[in-house]
């Protein structure tokens, strides 16, 4: 029916994540005194063929290859690098807050040492790491580029080579102060791509321009499209909290289901006190939309119930529509607030930054007629705000 994505709550902590083995590099190239740092976090991009054909992590082969290429070597627009390599070598699909809090605080341990960071990442869930790093990442004013292959680099054709290459001459150029994802000739904002299709080309940012394109003979930067440069120091903030539940409102949607979560209490923890007084399951949850439909219609009694029993225990409700591209009309955004004004609509957000983005306003602390009053801002240029205003967080 449905899917949830959840963060640990404070009661409960994220896994512990292995410890990580910086290799120094040993490449003498690069014209200037920058420094780039390399997250290698798993994924295809570095996996090979096992004996029976099926692709897995090999540690250290690309880290290895890194260090041999010419063109990391040689090209004048390439910073030297290290790279970390995480001693587990995630599949972006077993990842959750708990890994993007772990990157951002390496990003975070080393910001002061490096001018640019690259993660190396699996593909399916990198919209999401990206996503979180962008809001973890405050005051950024370094490129952290987050980049993965569809097939790795160990077979003969693959989009693994280009990806990092190219990613590692945009870590290198100090114009770029935000978490982008580049793959298949195209910089994304990080917060505003999804990945679409199991292609080369598997990754879209459908509203918002791609930030840079690999033209014929080299890359072209959009400067007008990049976040500015911030005014203060970069700060992490890498407690992703919050347990968000993400559900799609199907013509056929089992609201019955939805409303027992909405009404589901944590199972009780010392932090509850004498009176045992129990918190909900969730804090906020996403719904997916096919539309409004009319102010009387089956989506409109389907939201009327969900936000009943969701106000009564101060849960935010969110919402975003199926597509991919584009938005609600202001009519049907309209009709939306006419439903309930409870509804935080999150015009043209993607589904990933939005879930991550309830997970990071959590966890800072903030009560829920906060974090629902964020959430429809622009903090780090995930969405085009319909309200007027601004937030700094
Ligand atoms: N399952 C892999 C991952 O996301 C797929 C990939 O990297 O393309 O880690």
Same mark, same amino acid.
């Given at each position: ?10 009661? +409960? ?37 096992? &004996? ?54 390496? $990003? ?26 962008? #809001? ?8 952290? /580029? ?14 693994? =080579?280009?990806? $990092? ?17 580049? #793959? ?7 917060? @505003? ?9 598997? #990754? ?14 080299? #890359? ?12 203060? +120091? ?31 209490? =944590? ?11 129990? &918190? ?8 997916? %939309? ?13 939201? @009327? @119930? ?18 991919? +591209? ?34 990071? %306003? ?20 995930? /969405? ?10």
């Amino acid at each position: 029916m449905s899917s949830t994505a959840t963060a640990e709550s404070a009661g +409960s902590p994220p896994k512990a994540p292995a410890p990580a083995v910086a290799l120094p590099s040993t490449i003498p190239c690069g014209g200037d005194s920058r420094r780039i740092l390399v997250l290698y976090v798993g994924g295809t991009i570095g996996m090979m063929k096992n &004996a029976e054909g099926a692709l897995e992590c090999v540690a250290g082969y690309l880290t290895q290859q890194m260090h041999e290429m010419r063109e990391l070597r040689e090209s004048a627009e390439i910073a030297p690098f290290d790279i970390i390599e995480y001693a587990e070598l995630l599949d972006s699909s077993d990842m959750n807050a708990a890994d993007y809090c772990r990157i951002a605080a390496d $990003v975070a341990g080393h910001y002061d040492e490096y001018d640019g960071f690259l993660v190396a990442h699996g593909t399916d869930t990198m919209h999401y790491t990206a996503s979180a790093l962008s #809001f973890m990442l405050h005051n950024l004013d370094k490129p952290v /580029i987050v980049t993965g292959a569809m097939v790795p680099l160990a077979e003969p054709y693959n989009d693994a =080579r280009r990806n $990092v290459i190219i990613s590692m001459m945009i870590a290198s150029d100090p114009k770029v102060c935000e978490v982008c994802v580049f #793959f298949n000739d195209s910089l994304f904002r990080g917060n @505003r791509c999804s990945k679409v299709y199991h292609t080369y080309g598997a #990754f879209t940012s459908a509203n918002y321009p791609p930030l840079g394109t690999m033209e014929a003979t080299h #890359f072209v930067l959009k400067e007008e499209y990049l976040l500015p440069q911030p005014n203060g +120091s970069m700060k992490v903030m890498s407690d992703l909290r919050g347990r968000v539940g993400c559900y799609p409102l199907d013509p056929d949607a089992d609201v019955d289901t939805i409303v027992a979560l909405l009404e589901h209490k =944590r199972p009780p923890t010392t932090a509850d006190g004498e009176d045992g007084a129990q &918190a909900p399951l969730l804090d906020a949850i996403l719904l997916t %939309l096919n539309g409004v439909g009319s102010a009387t219609g089956t989506v409109a009694a389907q939201l @009327r @119930r969900i936000v009943k029993t969701a106000q009564k225990h101060s849960i935010v409700v969110c919402a975003v529509t199926r597509e991919i +591209s584009g938005t609600l009309n202001a009519l049907e955004v309209q009709r939306l607030r006419a439903i309930s004004p409870y509804i935080v609509y999150l015009n043209d957000m993607c589904i990933s930054a939005a879930e991550v983005k309830l997970m990071y %306003l959590f966890g800072k602390n903030l009560p829920p007629s906060q974090v629902a009053a964020l959430m429809p801002m622009n903090l780090r240029g995930e /969405i085009t705000p319909l309200l007027v205003g601004a937030a700094k967080l």
